[in-house]
């Protein structure tokens, strides 16, 4: 199954998942498309005005480009997203997931799209991490599928 | 196989991460993979090795890596091909942007291979809170009324 994962390009999320046999749906493979494309429009990340003409489909004109932007790398995963983990308050925000409002209209669409979701707090220390590592592999074992 | 007629579209580039109770150094993991003589990039760095190739070559090399210590080591997608100028940490003069990251998420390797290594089977509903009468029946089979009251 493929699975949507928030923060998508967690490396904790993305390794268990794939240890499942399911399919994660990472952020890198976006970002790849855009900066391995031959016919770079605007280097580093190519990033150019149809993306936020794409992120239309997510967000409403007046929302800021940036989200817009955003919305057009995190919105494709949504869409073909069966099953997804929400992890909350991860303390890291790097990178294109640096957009609070992003993070929250991705976790919005994944919470509206009605499919099997797992919600879990970012672990801080060795019992809640082995907590929220068995939680993940009961959750990904019960989606069976893999 | 050659890489020469390959889309670079087409290839994929993993991170494969050793996690802080990992019994592999680096170079082993580097040489373990040199030595299964595959059509790779593979570029040896402070937190593993990173592997670059076509989708079926890199995951096979990524399990024969993970089998060198299942629980301990991490794998993970990257966007960017290895010594990309863009994100090379020798071209930019400062950690790349994905390591700090990797960095945080690192902290925690440890505690999660060790709950990989001894996995449980736990109920993914959150407890909830018990109502105040079902706890005052509770406390009065257990002989506590008296101590409730007061």
Known sequence: ?146 | MSLKNESKEDLDTKMIILGPASGVSSSELVQKIHMLKLPLTIKSTCYGAMVHGEPDVVKKAVEEARNMDEFNIFIKDRGFPPGDPRRCRGHRGAAREGFHQLEKEFKLLGYVGEALANPKEVSLEEPQKIPVNEFHEIAKSMDLNDEIDE
């Open chain 1, 1 to 146: 199954m493929k699975i949507a994962m928030f923060p998508p390009n967690s490396l904790i999320l993305e390794d268990l998942i794939e240890r499942s046999g399911h399919e994660p749906l990472s952020l890198q493979n976006q970002i790849k498309q855009k900066v391995i494309d031959p016919e770079i429009d605007s280097p580093p990340f190519n990033m150019t005005e149809e993306d936020p003409i794409k992120g239309l489909k997510y967000a409403a004109i007046e929302v800021p480009s940036g989200v817009r932007g955003r919305m057009s790398l995190f919105g494709p995963l949504i869409d073909v997203a069966e099953a997804a983990i929400i992890m909350d308050e991860s303390p890291f925000g790097f990178g294109c997931i640096g957009c609070a409002r992003s993070n929250e209209l991705s976790v919005f669409y994944l919470r509206k799209k009605g499919i099997p979701t797992l919600e879990l707090k970012y672990p801080t220390n060795q019992d809640e991490t082995r907590d929220v590592v068995n939680k993940i592999t009961t959750f990904l074992k019960q989606l069976g599928g893999a």
